[in-house]
């Protein structure tokens, strides 16, 4: 699950780690009353003005049909009001969002951090995540920290550094003192990375997530270490131990059907194929999607509909897949185990009539636990369903009917 910035900053701040301090506004009025509040709080007029999505970029995104960034600093408080009334309402498009851009309802308006001294400000990158190869998590960091860290990590990966943690044991003092150190810090700079990276990685352990990305990290004029931006994923599955989180879940940011696809519990993510499917477990959706793929079709969908499959999470299944107007094919694979073939045969046969109107071919492979009448049920129900027993016959009728012959 993925956060707005304005709520990652909250997470970071409860375990000690410091941050850009904001208010979130929803309206050009409060964008203006939360300028003058922070200038009462930190004495500065100047405000940055950040609009509120999940995806990044921003700082080089624009709103459509206006010369807006997502992201600009405002020297006083009417000013943020004018940057808040060109930002929401807006669609802003970045290089994460895709040319259709994402709607902006929030902005959050930050304090200036960047405010001049004798000792100028520095920006790194730093993030921490799972190492799967290594089964280890891992934190990422640069000296390098800002908008073209992209282009840092194709054009120099010798920038990159990368600290190994092993789970069991944690982030080791050492291993905090070793990153300050190749950041380049000392004195009061280097003893606040190490306090920084050290509450980073509690924060992300303790709180189950994916991912931690801050970029990026300032030292401040003043040698303060603090989180200017955060960019945080929670493992789904851990939601249940953070009620407070799942609270946070934006679902204007989703894809509808996906949302959607979560009140039935279906394991659902949209592709831009032509060919949807339909699969009980997540090993079998992946080969079925090969399957789709090296049939001369292209995967519209990867839907797990989980081991316990029924009338009503099949038909449930078949609303969502036909909300994309691009699928031409329908292919439902299921091996029963613990399931039996014949009711998903049976709940298919039933979410069809309850449809009704569906002008796809639909492809239903059954193999495991009563195929053979599950296989019958399909064959007799006088519908538009046509069965197969082996992947080699459903990827011959996936082939006919993306080629539009079935």
Do not use: W
């Amino acid at each position: 699950m993925n956060i707005h910035e304005y709520q990652a900053k909250q997470i970071l701040k409860s375990f000690g780690v410091a941050v850009q301090e904001g208010i979130v506004a929803e309206t050009a009025a409060q964008a203006y009353d939360a300028a003058l509040k922070l200038k009462d709080q930190f004495g500065s007029d100047y405000v940055v003005v950040k609009a509120q999505i999940h995806a990044g970029g921003r700082g080089k995104g624009s709103i459509i049909g206006k010369e807006q960034r997502g992201v600009a600093v405002a020297k006083n408080a009417d000013k943020a009001k004018e940057i808040a009334e060109n930002i929401l309402g807006g669609t802003l498009v970045t290089i994460q969002t895709g040319p259709k851009g994402k709607l902006v309802s929030k902005v959050l308006v930050a304090q200036d951090v960047y405010y001049p001294g004798d000792n100028p400000t520095k920006e790194f990158y730093m993030s921490v995540m799972l190492d799967r190869s290594q089964s280890k998590n891992i934190i990422v960091y640069s000296t390098e920290g800002g908008m073209d860290i992209e282009h840092v990590a194709e054009n120099t990966p010798h920038l990159i550094h990368k600290e190994l943690i092993d789970p069991k044991v944690g982030l080791q003092g050492f291993q905090a003192r070793k990153i300050a150190f190749n950041l380049g810090l000392e004195g009061v700079a280097n003893k606040e990375m190490v306090k920084f990276v050290t509450a980073l990685y509690k924060a992300y352990d303790s709180s189950d997530a994916g991912m931690f990305e801050i970029n990026p990290v300032l030292k401040t004029s003043d040698d303060k270490i603090i989180a200017v931006d955060g960019k945080v994923n929670i493992d789904d599955s851990a939601l249940y131990r953070h009620p407070d989180y799942e609270a946070m879940r934006d679902d204007s940011e989703e894809d509808p059907t996906e949302v959607e696809a979560k009140k039935f519990d279906l394991n659902y993510v949209k592709l831009d194929g032509n060919v949807g499917c339909m699969v009980n477990g997540a090993g079998l959706a992946m080969a079925t999607m090969d399957i789709i793929k090296l049939s001369g079709g292209d995967p519209a969908n990867f839907l797990d509909v989980g081991g316990a499959a029924n009338a009503t999470t099949v038909e449930a299944g078949f609303r969502i897949i036909l909300k994309d107007p691009n699928v031409k094919a329908i292919l439902i694979n299921i091996f029963g185990g613990i399931v039996r073939c014949d009711r998903v045969a049976q709940g298919v046969v039933d979410a069809y009539k309850a449809i009704g109107n569906i002008h796809v071919p639909i492809i239903v492979r059954l193999q495991g636990t009563n195929a053979d009448a599950g296989k019958k049920l399909i064959d007799d129900s006088g519908l538009k369903v046509y069965s197969a027993i082996v992947l080699k016959e459903a990827a011959e009728l996936v082939q006919q009917a993306v080629e539009g012959k079935i």
